[in-house]
């Protein structure tokens, strides 16, 4: 018996993983594309990091309410994300 190898248009690289991360914690991808992703994760240590700190994000930010955060954090964490965001575009 023989077992079938993924072909390289069923892999991807960690940054197709980061843009499919969300959906794929909310379980709304597809079982073919749940399946790469986890392909992918069985291989790639820092996927998993990544994954394990989105999970831990999501619990922490999970116990924090709307005023607990002032204006001046959320402006602050904003624009990390935003100047996070124009470097991984370029």
Known sequence: MTIA???PADEIVCR???E???PYLEDVLPPDE???IERHLDA???CRTYLE???QTI???GHITDDAI???TRDEVLAIFRAWRRESSL
């Open 70 to 72: 002032t204006a001046r």
């Open 16 to 18: 197709e993983f980061v």
């Open 59 to 61: 619990r922490a930010i």
């Open 20 to 22: 499919l991360v969300k």
């Open 34 to 36: 749940r399946a790469i």
């Open 44 to 46: 790639c240590d820092g």
């Open 5 to 7: 190898q993924p072909s």
């Open 53 to 55: 700190q989105m999970r």
